[in-house]
């Protein structure tokens, strides 16, 4: 069963400054999805960045992006020029590709989360 | 854009009744996936459904139970309700060949027992 494991309960940054969140994970397959997901106090589950385990290029989405490391299976998020709106919990999650219809996509293990403080 | 839909937003039920949470996929999703977060935990997968057939299951408890409807939308049923099934209730939709379709879930349904 695969696993993944978010190291940092809780991480703070400043306004405008850079922050990275830790994910690691364990899996023996070797085609998978990794997801950084943000819950906002309302609670909406939102994705932030998605990588596909085949692709050796690191996932850019505006100021998110990732450091991909697949054989140390390590997977953290960097977020630069940090917003007030970026405060949330955020989830590292892993699902395996394949599955009927591709089903086994959308079947997420979540690591345990980090609560993002953003000071003014 | 239509997102998925979740209904109720809000539940109250007291020990051993019995819940029915609804799930509308975003139009032409053919797959839908449930998950359980309880109170200060990530979100457990429970059951995914594809094209009306169950095609997943996780840590879904017996006394639950789903189905995936002729129009694709989902029902999560719950009996003999329990104090730890108290929790926010995630329903996720994506197409088929989902590896290139984005996962989008809905906004959740709080159950709460009492």
């Known amino acids: 069963a695969q696993t993944v494991t978010q190291s940092q309960p809780e991480m703070s940054v400043q306004e405008a400054e850079t922050v990275t969140l830790s994910c690691t994970y364990d899996?023996?397959?070797?085609?998978?999805?990794l997801f950084w997901y943000k819950q906002p106090p309302s609670r909406q589950m939102i994705l932030v960045i998605r990588?596909?385990?085949?692709?050796?290029q690191n996932a850019t989405e505006n100021r998110f992006s990732v450091n991909f490391q697949k054989a140390a299976k390590s997977f953290s998020l960097k977020i630069s020029d940090s917003q007030l709106g970026d405060a949330a919990m955020y989830f590292c999650?892993?699902?395996?590709?394949?599955?009927?219809?591709?089903?086994?996509?959308?079947?997420?293990?979540f690591g345990q989360g980090t609560i993002l403080t953003v000071h003014p | 854009a239509a997102g998925v839909i979740q209904s109720p937003r809000h539940l109250i039920k007291e020990k051993r009744e019995t819940a029915t949470l609804k799930c509308y996929p975003i139009p032409r999703h053919d797959t839908v996936y449930w998950y359980q977060q309880g109170p200060g935990q990530d979100p457990q997968f429970l059951i995914s459904f594809y094209e009306k057939m169950q095609s997943d299951k996780g840590s879904i408890p017996d006394r639950f139970s789903a189905q995936q409807f002729s129009d694709y939308h989902s029902e999560l049923n719950m009996s003999s309700l329990e104090l730890g099934d108290s929790a926010l209730y995630f329903c996720a939709s994506s197409q088929w060949g989902g590896d290139n379709s984005p996962l989008h879930f809905g906004n959740g349904t709080r159950l709460t027992v009492t």
């Open positions: 999650a892993y699902s395996s590709s394949g599955g009927a219809g591709g089903t086994s996509y959308g079947k997420l293990t």
């Open positions: 899996t023996s397959e070797s085609d998978y999805y």
């Open positions: 990588q596909e385990a085949y692709k050796q």
